[in-house]
T-cell receptor, first 114, second 112 residues
C-alpha cells in the first residue's frame, strides 16, 4: 500500500459526459501528479501540482482540468468524454516534487467511455 | 526532450532463469533513473532508483547501474520467481522536468 488513495476504482460512462477523479496523496506529501495509461500511448504525464499551485503541464487535453485543494487532495475533471479517453488514470505523490524523489502511485481509476 | 527506450517484450522465462531488461535514455540534464513494476491489476510500485552516475540501485534481488557513458540503466535479476511476473517500466526525471518520462514497459512472464 503506497498511501495514495484514488476514487472511484472503476468508472463507466457515456460519450459527451463529464467525470471527476479524486486523489488523496500520502500524508505529508505536497506534490501530486496525474498520469494516463493507455494501450496506444503508454504512460503519459498529464499535470503536476505543488501545494495547491500548478507546477507543470504535460499532454493534457483542453477538455481536462485539475486542481489541488488546501487539504492537498486533488481532482482531475474530464469533460466532453470521447471513446479514446478510456484509460487507466493514476495519481502519484511526492514530498517536495523534485526530480530525485520517488513518486508513490495510487491504484488508479479505470475509466471506460461507451 | 527526455525519452526512455526499453526492450520490447513480452519476455517469457523459466523459474530461476536470469533476467535482463535493457533501458536507455535521452535527457538534456542529469536525470534520476527509476524502475517501476506493475503487477496485474495494481498500480505502479517503485522497484529501485539511482540518482547519479555509477550509482547502483537494488531491491528484492533486482539491480540496475546508472551508466552515464552509455546512457543506460539495465535491470537485472539473477534468479527469477513466478511472483516476478509483471510489467516493468524504466523511467527518468530531471531537475528541469520533474515529471516521470516512462518507457513503453516490458511484460515479463515467469513459468514454474
Amino acid at each position: 500500500d503506497s498511501g495514495v488513495t484514488q476514487t472511484p476504482k472503476h468508472l463507466i460512462t457515456a460519450t459527451g459526459q463529464r467525470v471527476t477523479l479524486r486523489c488523496s496523496p500520502r500524508s505529508g506529501d505536497l506534490s501530486v501528479y496525474w498520469y494516463q495509461q493507455s494501450l496506444d500511448q503508454g504512460l503519459q504525464f498529464l499535470i503536476q501540482y505543488y501545494n495547491g499551485e500548478e507546477r507543470a503541464k504535460g499532454n493534457i487535453l483542453e477538455r481536462f482540468s485539475a486542481q489541488q485543494f488546501p487539504d492537498l487532495h486533488s481532482e482531475l475533471n474530464l469533460s466532453s468524454l470521447e471513446l479514446g479517453d478510456s484509460a487507466l488514470y493514476f495519481c502519484a505523490s511526492s514530498a517536495d516534487g523534485t526530480a530525485q524523489e520517488t513518486q508513490y502511485f495510487g491504484p488508479g481509476t479505470r475509466l471506460l467511455v461507451l | 526532450g527526455n525519452s526512455v527506450t526499453q526492450m520490447e517484450g513480452p519476455v517469457t522465462l523459466s523459474e530461476e532463469a536470469f533476467l535482463t531488461i535493457n533501458c536507455t535514455y535521452t535527457a538534456t540534464g542529469y536525470p534520476s533513473l527509476f524502475w517501476y513494476v506493475q503487477y496485474p491489476g495494481e498500480g505502479l510500485q517503485l522497484l529501485l532508483k539511482a540518482t547519479k552516475a555509477d550509482d547502483k540501485g537494488s531491491n528484492k534481488g533486482f539491480e540496475a547501474t546508472y551508466r552515464k557513458e552509455t546512457t543506460s540503466f539495465h535491470l537485472e535479476k539473477g534468479s527469477v520467481q513466478v511472483s516476478d511476473s509483471a510489467v516493468y517500466f524504466c523511467a527518468l526525471s530531471d531537475r528541469n522536468d520533474y515529471k516521470l518520462s516512462f518507457g513503453a514497459g516490458t511484460t515479463v512472464t515467469v513459468r514454474a
